[in-house]
């Protein structure tokens, strides 16, 4: 038997294709490692306004698993503080063990072949299509989608170039409401605290410079203190991170690499989600032309679509990261000192407005920010 296509992994991006396959017919494989949902990924569970726009396109019902609404962030550097508000919602708060089970629950699981509890290894060439070794099997598919993140070994089998960071989280049960970021000591990074209601996600990331002054496990314990994080910690674990780039690296004859496994991450926030969800849709349109058409050119034109959809944007990221990091004293400064440039800083940390975009706003509204107008 040879699948239409073959799925490896079922996180927001593999989840997100299957979905679009839904009712087309495609004889389709997932295999996935985790033998059950809900299971384990280190995230801070944030959606943006755009992951959470895209993720109710194509699961509407996604509300029942937002923990809180955040309409409030206070940013800290040192010692500094500052607050930015917002009358609509800057960040849609989940737990990802419940998302992702959610997401997978939401699928019609009766129209694919699911294999839960296997973990894919390598693949090898096949007459026009892959053959994909499993832990279990090997199986003949005409396509491959490559969504099992961070981590992934097809990635690596073919050399998928990719920026890796590196994260530590814990979860500290806590009922603290505020939503808090802070920038201290970091060079590329920060330190966060995601209120979930009984529960508070606390990590820090440095996205593009793994050198931290000393473990990271240890500086995240003193920033829970910092910011009176002091309860029960359940669970704890470092994590690696990509970081998106202008040209992303997602194509290989017959196979696509979607989400993280092909580095598709906000290089200055570490924003996932969205670029998971979406390379998920847009790798299953792509898919679903190529097996209308048989011509294998069609595959290829995922990476044009992903680098035109993302680079532009991952690009600007690391302008305004530069930025940022580089002034970061007098950034704060004038964030502190501008209600326009908090508001301007609101919208992209909600990922409502882009950096380009955002770039061109804070040239304007810094001489006025300067000159204390
Ligand atoms: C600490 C941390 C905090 C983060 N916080 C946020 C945040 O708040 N908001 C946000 O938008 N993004 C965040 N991100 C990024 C986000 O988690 C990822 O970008 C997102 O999960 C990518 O989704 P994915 O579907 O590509 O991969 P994943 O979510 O990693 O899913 C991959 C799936 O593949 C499976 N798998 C792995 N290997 C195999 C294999 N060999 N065979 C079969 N299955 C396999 C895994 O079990 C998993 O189910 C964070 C990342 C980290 C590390």
């Given at each position: 038997m040879i699948y239409d296509v073959g799925v490896v992994g079922l996180g927001p991006a593999g989840v997100s294709a299957l979905k679009v396959f839904e009712g087309s017919g495609l004889k389709v494989l997932a295999v996935e490692t985790?033998?059950?949902?809900?299971r384990k990924k280190p995230c801070a569970g944030g959606l943006t306004s755009k992951a959470y726009t895209i993720l109710k396109e194509f699961f509407p019902e996604v509300d029942s698993v937002v923990r809180k609404k955040i309409t409030r962030f206070t940013l800290y550097n040192g010692k500094n503080s500052t607050v930015l508000t917002s009358d609509t919602v800057l960040t849609y708060m989940t737990q990802r063990e419940e998302l992702d089970a959610f997401l997978f629950n939401s699928?019609?699981?009766?129209?694919f072949d699911i294999h839960l509890g296997e973990t894919a290894l390598t693949v090898d060439k096949d007459i026009d299509g892959v053959i994909l070794n499993t832990t279990k099997d090997s199986y003949r598919v005409k396509v491959l989608l490559v969504?099992?993140?961070?981590?992934?070994r097809i990635a690596r089998q073919l050399g998928i170039k990719r920026e890796i960071g590196f994260t530590y989280e814990s979860y500290v049960e806590n009922s603290k409401e505020e939503l808090i970021i802070d920038f201290t000591s970091f060079k590329w990074g920060y330190y966060w605290a995601f209120p979930k209601g009984d529960v508070v996600t606390t990590g820090l990331g440095e996205f593009k410079n793994r050198?931290?002054?000393?473990?990271f496990r240890e500086i995240l314990s003193s920033f829970n203190k910092k910011h009176g994080l002091?309860?029960?910690?359940t669970w704890s674990s470092g994590f690696p991170i990509p970081a998106g780039k202008s040209k992303n690296d997602v194509y290989r004859p017959h196979i696509l690499f979607l989400g993280d496994a092909g580095g598709?991450?906000?290089?200055?926030?570490?924003?996932g989600i969205y670029y998971a969800v979406k390379s998920g849709t847009v790798a299953a349109g792509v898919v679903k032309q190529f097996l209308i058409?048989?011509?294998?050119?069609r595959l290829k034109s995922y990476e044009t679509a992903i680098n035109s959809l993302f680079g532009e944007e991952f690009k600007w990221a690391r302008i305004v990261g530069h930025l940022f990091f580089n002034l970061k004293g007098l950034n704060f400064f004038l964030l502190k000192r501008s209600p326009e440039l908090a508001q301007l800083a609101a919208g992209l940390l909600a990922g409502r407005i882009s950096y380009r975009e955002s770039f061109k706003k804070y040239l304007k509204l810094v001489p006025g920010a300067l000159l204390g107008r």
């Amino acid at each position: 038997m040879i699948y239409d296509v073959g799925v490896v992994g079922l996180g927001p991006a593999g989840v997100s294709a299957l979905k679009v396959f839904e009712g087309s017919g495609l004889k389709v494989l997932a295999v996935e490692t985790a033998p059950s949902f809900p299971r384990k990924k280190p995230c801070a569970g944030g959606l943006t306004s755009k992951a959470y726009t895209i993720l109710k396109e194509f699961f509407p019902e996604v509300d029942s698993v937002v923990r809180k609404k955040i309409t409030r962030f206070t940013l800290y550097n040192g010692k500094n503080s500052t607050v930015l508000t917002s009358d609509t919602v800057l960040t849609y708060m989940t737990q990802r063990e419940e998302l992702d089970a959610f997401l997978f629950n939401s699928l019609n699981h009766s129209q694919f072949d699911i294999h839960l509890g296997e973990t894919a290894l390598t693949v090898d060439k096949d007459i026009d299509g892959v053959i994909l070794n499993t832990t279990k099997d090997s199986y003949r598919v005409k396509v491959l989608l490559v969504a099992s993140g961070v981590n992934s070994r097809i990635a690596r089998q073919l050399g998928i170039k990719r920026e890796i960071g590196f994260t530590y989280e814990s979860y500290v049960e806590n009922s603290k409401e505020e939503l808090i970021i802070d920038f201290t000591s970091f060079k590329w990074g920060y330190y966060w605290a995601f209120p979930k209601g009984d529960v508070v996600t606390t990590g820090l990331g440095e996205f593009k410079n793994r050198k931290l002054s000393g473990s990271f496990r240890e500086i995240l314990s003193s920033f829970n203190k910092k910011h009176g994080l002091t309860g029960k910690e359940t669970w704890s674990s470092g994590f690696p991170i990509p970081a998106g780039k202008s040209k992303n690296d997602v194509y290989r004859p017959h196979i696509l690499f979607l989400g993280d496994a092909g580095g598709l991450v906000d290089p200055l926030t570490g924003e996932g989600i969205y670029y998971a969800v979406k390379s998920g849709t847009v790798a299953a349109g792509v898919v679903k032309q190529f097996l209308i058409t048989g011509d294998p050119h069609r595959l290829k034109s995922y990476e044009t679509a992903i680098n035109s959809l993302f680079g532009e944007e991952f690009k600007w990221a690391r302008i305004v990261g530069h930025l940022f990091f580089n002034l970061k004293g007098l950034n704060f400064f004038l964030l502190k000192r501008s209600p326009e440039l908090a508001q301007l800083a609101a919208g992209l940390l909600a990922g409502r407005i882009s950096y380009r975009e955002s770039f061109k706003k804070y040239l304007k509204l810094v001489p006025g920010a300067l000159l204390g107008r």
